[in-house]
Every structure is written in structure tokens, then in C-alpha cells.
């Protein structure tokens, strides 16, 4: 066998694993940061209902999304893109079309048609969609997280003084806990 012949028998081989892994390698730095840019903006606004002086959505929110969108980015040129797998690809699908729909009801309909309440249900509804999807074909803690931001979604319009701090709890239950879990699952092999 000749060496040309041999590197495209191996990288036949490789695109079949590739396809056949349903490993999820997503990189959990992105869930820890997009959970901790809602939990800290729900945080905000909880602490605001509460009577504190805030700063204004403007000042606080654009910078932590931009920040996150960084971070996202940054993780995202670091990441090993030989080891994506069909399982990575459409996770990165899911989650980027979850956040693009989030992202449009925002600044085209937030404060004009949507309350900004309401609004942060639209992200929360939206992000657990994608963590349930992704959850269900790859990963548990992700399952989990998905349950558990939809769950406080759902009992935050039962709560309505702590509406905000609901939704930021399940932020954290939601993307930050299964970020973490992931994060040792892979520091551990």
C-alpha cells in the first residue's frame, strides 16, 4: 500500500468515527458564561423590584452581551474542530439558532410589543428548548439543566415579586451547574 492510498484509508476511517460518536464536546466555558450574563442581568432586575437603585438595562446589558459573545468566540477558535462530531454540530446549531431568535425578539420587540418581563421568558423559553434538544441526543447534565430552566420559568409567573430572581436561579441551574459538571467531566479524562 502506498502512502496516499494509506492517509485516505485513515481519513476515511476518521470521517466514520467522526460520524458514528455521539460524544458531546461542546465547550462548557460557553454555558457558564451565557448563564452567568442572564443570571447576573435577572439578578439586577430582581434586585431592582426590590427597591434598589440599578443601573439602566443599556449600561449593564449591552457590555455582558458583548463580553459573552466574546468569550463565546474566543472558546470557540480554541476549540479542537477535529474532534467535532456530528452531535457538536448540531449543538452549535441548535444553541446559535436558539440565541439568534432570542436575540431578534429582543431588539425588535422588546419595550414596543414585548414587556421586558416577558422578554426574559422568550430567552429562557428559547436557551431550555435548546439544552432539552441537545440533552435528549447527548448529554444529561444538559437534560438536566434544560428541566430545570424550564421549571423555573414556569414558576416564576407564580412568584411575580421574585419573577426576576426566579429566572436567574434557573439560569444558574440551567447552564452554569451542567457547565460545571461538564468542565470536571473533562478535567477528570
Do not use: K, Y
Not at 419595550?111 to 430567552?123: C, E, N
Not at 423559553?125 to 444529561?140: D, E, K
Request: hydrophobic share 55%; charged share 15%; net charge neutral.
Amino acid at each position: 500500500m502506498n502512502e496516499s492510498t494509506a492517509r485516505d484509508d485513515l481519513a476515511a476511517v476518521d470521517r466514520i468515527l467522526r460520524a458514528a460518536d455521539r460524544t458531546l464536546h461542546f465547550p462548557p466555558l460557553v454555558l457558564v458564561t451565557w448563564g452567568l450574563c442572564a443570571a447576573i442581568i435577572n439578578g439586577v432586575h430582581q434586585v431592582g423590584v426590590l427597591g434598589f437603585p440599578v443601573p439602566s438595562d443599556t449600561s449593564f446589558h449591552v457590555p455582558l452581551m458583548v463580553l459573552a459573545i466574546g468569550i463565546t468566540v474566543w472558546v470557540a477558535r480554541r476549540h479542537d474542530a477535529e474532534r467535532e462530531t456530528r452531535v457538536d454540530a448540531q449543538a452549535a446549531t441548535t444553541f446559535g439558532v436558539a440565541l439568534a431568535v432570542a436575540l431578534l425578539l429582543n431588539v425588535t420587540a422588546q419595550d414596543t410589543v414585548i414587556p421586558a418581563t416577558g422578554m426574559s421568558l422568550f430567552w429562557s423559553g428559547s436557551i431550555s428548548i435548546a439544552l432539552l434538544v441537545v440533552g435528549i441526543q447527548a448529554s444529561r447534565p444538559l437534560l438536566g439543566g434544560g428541566v430545570a430552566l424550564l421549571t423555573a420559568s414556569a414558576l416564576a409567573g407564580f412568584v411575580p415579586s421574585w419573577f426576576s430572581g426566579t429566572l436567574a436561579l434557573g439560569w444558574l441551574a440551567g447552564l452554569v451547574v451542567p457547565g460545571i459538571v461538564l468542565m470536571r467531566r473533562r478535567a477528570d479524562g
